[in-house]
């Protein structure tokens, strides 16, 4: 898989010298950070690194806004060949929030749920992206956000069975119950945790996360 991913980066790094206009450059750098997320994936395959915690996160600067425009782009194609609609009015304050973490794992889990969810939502309806803003909490002179994702579809669900797989360990995996455990398991090492929720009339992967707001120490906390 590396080999036609170089091929990709390469294309990449050619057009960036390129004149393209500002939606183009949106739509290279939603290309980019896919293909990194599949040399992410590619590196944590080996669930044994991650339960060892042999797994390092990559922390970088980002705009959570890109983050969700990756994370939408690889549902759009299965959503029009399920006749879906994607509901994610989302506020411009939290699609503009700075964070400090690993922008590719996030991005990996978050897009790994949505999929889950458009794979099993009934065929000409509707699933839904939420994020709701949490307290900011100080910490060492950090500064952190509780973000809450809800990824929601009407009907049954998902099978009991791919949430076990998903929160259990074993060694008989689906490939679905294989990528919801490797997320899961991510996730909890992003200090965050999710859970599959089943209502009357609709189910939903709820995603809570802890993450900095920022690189660098609050200012008030650099001379100690």
């Known amino acids: 898989m590396r080999n036609p991913l170089n091929g990709i980066r390469f294309t990449h790094k050619l057009l960036e010298t390129t004149p393209i206009s500002e939606n183009q450059k949106q739509f290279l750098e939603t290309s980019n950070a896919c293909e990194r997320q599949i040399l992410a994936i590619i590196e944590d395959m080996d669930l044994g690194s991650i339960d060892e915690g042999s797994t390092e996160l990559r922390m970088e600067e980002f705009v959570l806004r890109n983050v969700l425009?990756?994370?939408?782009?690889?549902?759009?194609?299965?959503?029009?060949?399920?006749?879906?609609?994607?509901?994610?009015?989302?506020?411009k304050e939290i699609k503009t929030l700075f964070l400090y973490g690993d922008r590719i794992r996030l991005q990996l889990v978050l897009s790994d749920f949505l999929l889950n969810v458009v794979q099993h939502a009934p065929p000409g309806g509707w699933v839904e992206l939420k994020i709701s803003p949490g307290l900011k909490l100080i910490r060492d002179g950090n500064e952190f956000v509780r973000l809450e994702f809800r990824m929601t579809h009407p009907g049954k669900g998902l099978p009991s069975t791919l949430i076990q797989e998903m929160n259990e360990d074993g060694n008989s995996w689906t490939q679905e119950g294989l990528g919801l455990n490797m997320s899961r398991k991510l996730l909890n090492k992003m200090n965050g945790h999710v859970q599959y929720v089943r209502e009357h009339d609709r189910c939903y992967f709820l995603v809570d996360l802890e993450i900095r707001t920022r690189k660098g120490r609050l200012k008030a906390s650099q001379g100690e």
């Open 69 to 91: 425009d990756t994370v939408v782009s690889q549902v759009m194609i299965l959503l029009k060949e399920r006749n879906l609609q994607l509901l994610h009015e989302i506020l």
